[in-house]
């Protein structure tokens, strides 16, 4: 019921605050940075704008969530509101998506020496029965997969933790599984349907990517869309400012209506 209704809350605030999509556009905008390699030859310049960007994002993310919050509660959602939750919350945003990330490759990376292990002794096994050792390969992948997506669902609440409850980096982190084992089935299914509900939106944009990736699209789809990309790009980014401004706000509606019914933790 909570994520029914946060779904609807997140439509509401979208529909009554158009804000949000301007504040959508340059995430969107950012997103489709890593197809600027297509548009220019230099790899150094590329990597260099991609590089910028993902110092630019927690900026344009914790603008993003205190202004959604603000439509969500009610209250004017403004670009000087936008600002305004950018610049406070920013470098503990920075230093925490920085934990996030290393957090999540160092969880695939230890796992995967792990499954690398268990994959020598499938090896062993294909000497006795290959199938054994084919379904041994792959339930150690799927076991690698959903241990970094179980570890993704217990921490990321992070962002919204120090947008919305002004939690330190360290706090955020703990605030965020504190919420998750407390609601363990909410989080669950509403992690998996905003996952997949978000994924259907971005198809599209997916076939963009096709589209424009090496070999050619006549070599990934039945016809050669034969659309250029100066005209993808925008196409993309629209989509993107769209998708992102409804689904983040949704996250954020989701968020609010977690606390609701988890109060903070007395210190």
Partial sequence: MVTVSAFKDGFTA???NPILLVAGLLIGAGSQLQYVDHLIESP???????LTWLIVFPFVLGGFLGIA?????????????FFAAARTHYHRL??????????????AIGLGFIGFILGVGSMALAAVNEMAAFAAGVVSLLIW??????????VQFYD?????????VADSFWRSVGLVRSNLKSVAGFSL???LLMNAFFLPEYLLWVTMAEPGPADVLPIDLGIPIAVLLPIGIAISAVGFAY??????AYYLRLIAVSPAVPE
């Fill in 14 to 16: 979208l529909r009554a």
């Fill in 44 to 50: 150094l310049l590329s990597a260099g704008v991609s």
């Fill in 69 to 81: 919050q603000d439509a969500i509660d009610g209250t004017d959602a403004s670009l000087t509101r």
């Fill in 94 to 107: 920075l230093l925490a998506t920085v934990v996030f990330v290393l957090l999540v490759f160092g969880t």
């Fill in 145 to 154: 997969l959903v241990s970094i997506l179980v570890v993704i669902m217990f």
């Fill in 160 to 168: 919204t933790a120090i947008v919305i409850e002004d939690e330190s």
């Fill in 193 to 195: 349907v905003w996952l």
């Fill in 247 to 252: 689904f983040y706000t949704v996250y954020t």
